[in-house]
């Protein structure tokens, strides 16, 4: 059973996250019903998904106060930012949310070479505008908002980038090697 406390702990040893930053983070998850919230003598279980929003929230850049409503417009990011109705087919009109949810999973609970694959992802979070990339070594997938096929317009990229590998470890530290 992993809980809240631990989340923040795999993430600062694994990924090399700040840890007051992620407990604050973390903070305001369950404050907002992003992560779940405990009571007397209930200490909440989290599964890999709400790692992957925690670890998400902390490599955005921007205030405490907007982190919820920043990674809830994160997780709602389409490939090629494409807008929610267009009418695309299914597998172009997934979310940066969905991906990372399964990436979580995969980590959790997938086969040796499963992991291994994930272990070879690159998760860019671009700062100063809403894109996610992912990269491993089959294909990239870039979701983002705005106008699709266009760069944004507005100085340089700046993205915090997330080694597949140290994320696999958090995951398995927290749930175990299944």
């Known amino acids: 059973m992993a809980v809240t406390n631990d989340a923040v702990a795999a993430l600062t040893t694994r990924v090399g996250y700040d840890p007051g930053r992620t407990a604050a983070v973390a903070r ?3 404050d907002s019903g992003i992560l779940p919230m405990g009571g007397p003598r209930h200490t909440p279980e ?6 992957a929003t925690l670890m998400l929230g902390v490599a955005l850049d921007c205030p405490l106060r907007a982190v919820a409503d ?7 990011l389409r490939l090629g930012g ?3 109705n267009s009418g695309a087919p299914k597998r172009i009109s997934t979310t940066a949310g969905d991906e990372l949810d ?19 992802t690159i998760i860019s979070v671009v700062g100063n505008w809403p894109e996610i990339t992912l990269t491993d070594p089959i294909d990239t997938r870039r979701f983002g908002a705005g106008t699709p096929g266009h760069w944004q317009a507005f100085g340089h990229r700046k993205s915090v980038e997330i080694n597949g590998g140290a994320f696999v470890a958090a995951i398995n530290d927290l749930f175990g090697d299944n």
Do not use: N
């Not at 920043?70 to 709602?76: K, N, P």
């Open 82 to 84: 494409l807008p929610e």
């Open 102 to 120: 399964i990436l979580a999973e995969i980590a959790a609970t997938g086969s040796p070479d499963a992991k291994a694959r994930v272990a070879k």
């Open 46 to 51: 989290i599964t890999p998904q709400h790692v």
């Open 28 to 30: 305001k998850f369950i």
């Open 70 to 76: 920043t990674v809830r417009q994160y997780r709602e």
